[in-house]
């Protein structure tokens, strides 16, 4: 769903209601909903997932299953709210949610998953879970709050939430609730790279910009990669 190979995509995808999509396939390197290979998700980009929507969503292969194609830079902004439930995987490199392989999370790029919302977003190998893939940085922004559901994971050495292996990390996470109560966070890497912000191998300083606040049941791993 989106912009085919070797095209950005600048426009408005919503899925509202009480919808239901199942095995949403990019084939290949482009992203499940977002561009295509060689693709990059603009600044006007936006994908909004909200009411008691169902998405069941990959990328075939370097490709973020929502965001853009291998190669493809992330500078839009995904929403995901109300009571939806987003399963989104990359079969390799690309992020669950975010950029593809090379792609990086730039500082325009937004994530927001709020509400009730219940997010499982992983990349098989080394991008990201949420944010950048393999060998590309993060400078954008991750919200999550609410009392949304978050499961974050690298299968290799990229971060939870942040960037993949290789990738510098220089945006912000802020993870808020209330008093009474917040989201639940999740964020692993299978190897070297943090939960919450770089993947192993990058290059550069401490980690910063990582906001975590009160009502939060757990959130796992912040700090730069190994």
Same mark, same amino acid.
């Given at each position: 769903?989106?912009?085919?190979?070797?095209?950005?995509?600048?426009?408005?995808?919503?899925?509202? #209601?009480?919808?239901?999509?199942? !095995?949403?396939?990019?084939?290949?390197?482009?992203?499940? @909903?977002?561009?295509?290979?060689?693709?990059?998700?603009?600044?006007?980009?936006?994908?909004?997932?909200?009411?008691?929507?169902?998405?069941?969503?990959?990328?075939?292969?370097?490709?973020?299953? @929502?965001?853009?194609?291998?190669?493809?830079?992330?500078?839009?902004?995904?929403? @995901?709210?109300?009571?939806?439930?987003?399963?989104?995987?990359?079969?390799?490199?690309?992020?669950?949610? #975010?950029?593809?392989?090379?792609?990086?999370?730039?500082?325009?790029?937004?994530?927001?998953? #709020?509400?009730?919302?219940?997010? !499982?977003?992983?990349?098989?190998?080394? #991008?990201?879970?949420?944010?950048?893939?393999? !060998?590309?940085?993060?400078?954008?922004?991750?919200?999550?709050?609410?009392?949304?559901?978050?499961? =974050?994971?690298?299968?290799?050495?990229?971060?939870?939430?942040?960037?993949?292996?290789?990738?510098?990390?220089?945006?912000?996470?802020?993870?808020?609730?209330?008093?009474?109560?917040?989201?639940?966070?999740?964020?692993?890497?299978?190897?070297?790279?943090?939960?919450?912000?770089?993947?192993?191998? =990058?290059?550069?300083?401490?980690?910063?910009?990582?906001?975590?606040?009160?009502?939060?049941?757990?959130?796992?791993?912040?700090?730069?990669?190994?």
């Amino acid at each position: 769903i989106g912009s085919h190979a070797n095209e950005d995509f600048s426009g408005s995808i919503t899925i509202a #209601g009480n919808v239901r999509l199942d !095995d949403v396939d990019s084939g290949n390197d482009g992203a499940g @909903i977002g561009s295509g290979e060689n693709g990059s998700f603009t600044k006007d980009a936006k994908v909004t997932i909200k009411d008691s929507a169902y998405v069941d969503v990959e990328s075939d292969s370097d490709g973020a299953a @929502i965001g853009s194609g291998q190669y493809g830079d992330f500078s839009g902004t995904i929403t @995901i709210e109300g009571n939806a439930v987003v399963e989104a995987g990359s079969e390799n490199d690309g992020a669950g949610i #975010g950029a593809g392989e090379e792609g990086n999370f730039t500082k325009d790029g937004t994530v927001n998953i #709020g509400g009730n919302a219940e997010v !499982d977003a992983g990349s098989d190998e080394d #991008g990201a879970g949420i944010g950048s893939g393999q !060998d590309a940085a993060f400078a954008g922004t991750i919200n999550i709050t609410g009392e949304a559901q978050v499961e =974050a994971w690298s299968g290799r050495i990229g971060a939870g939430i942040g960037s993949g292996e290789n990738g510098s990390f220089t945006g912000t996470v802020n993870i808020s609730g209330e008093e009474d109560g917040g989201p639940t966070v999740e964020a692993e890497s299978e190897m070297g790279g943090a939960g919450i912000g770089s993947g192993g191998g =990058a290059v550069g300083g401490a980690v910063e910009g990582v906001d975590i606040g009160v009502g939060i049941a757990e959130a796992a791993g912040v700090g730069g990669g190994a």
